[in-house]
C-alpha cells in the first residue's frame, strides 16, 4: 500500500516508521523537504521526502499528521483534487493553549477538527483516528491488560474498516464510534490523555473500553 504522511514532526515521523515497518511504501510531506534528509538516511532511504502535493499524489491513504492551525494551509499546499476519493486518516486535535496553560480545544461541542477536515475534503473518506495518545505509543503499545482501544469516526464504512485494519497491525484494538460527527467525541480524549499526563509526569497510558 502507498501511503503519504502530511506532516514530519514526531508524530508524522511515528506513522511514517509504523507504516514502513510493515513493508508499506511511504512518502513523508513537509514545507521543507530538505530538513528530512537525515530522517530519510535513518531510515535507510526505504522512503520518499517531498513537497506536501508530491506526498498527496503518490498516496493511495494519507495521513494528517500536521498542527491543527496548519492544517488547512498544509491541503491547499497538497492541492485538494490530490485527496479525491482516498482514504484521509485525521490526527489532529483543535489545540490551543499557551505558554504554561493547560491545553484546551479551540473547536467543541457542535463541531470539531474532524468535521472541519471533511468539509475541507468533500470528496476524500476523512476517518478520525490516532489523535487520543502521544506519539511513543501509537506504534505497537505495551500495556498488562492488552491492546488499549483505538477509537475511530467516519462517514465512510470501508474507509473505517481499513483503518480498523491499519490500528490493529499496529497493535491497537479499534472501536468504531459513527460518523465523522463523533469527533466531537474523541478530541476531548486528547485532553483528558494530556492532562492525566500533566497531573502525574507520566505518559504510558491509554484508553480501554470494557464490553461483555
Known sequence: MKVGVLGSGEV????????????HHVAIGSRTPEKLDDYVKRQRNMLLAGDFARVAKFGEILVLATKFRGTK??????GVENFDGKIVIDVTN????????????????????????QRWLP???????????GS????????????????IAGNDDEAKKTVSGIAESFGWDPVDCGPIERSRLLEPLAILWIQRGIATGKWHHAFKLLQR
Open 12 to 23: 508524522g515521523q511515528t506513522i511514517a516508521d509504523g507504516f514502513l515497518q510493515r513493508g
Open 73 to 78: 494551509s498544509a491541503i491547499d499546499l497538497a
Open 94 to 117: 483543535p489545540l490551543k493553549g499557551g505558554e504554561g496553560k493547560s491545553p484546551e480545544l479551540s473547536i467543541g461541542f457542535t463541531d470539531s477538527a474532524g468535521e472541519t477536515v
Open 123 to 133: 470528496t476524500a473518506r476523512v476517518v478520525k483516528a490516532f489523535n487520543a495518545v
Open 136 to 151: 511513543a505509543l501509537m506504534i505497537d503499545p505495551e500495556f498488562v491488560d492488552g491492546p488499549p482501544s483505538m477509537f
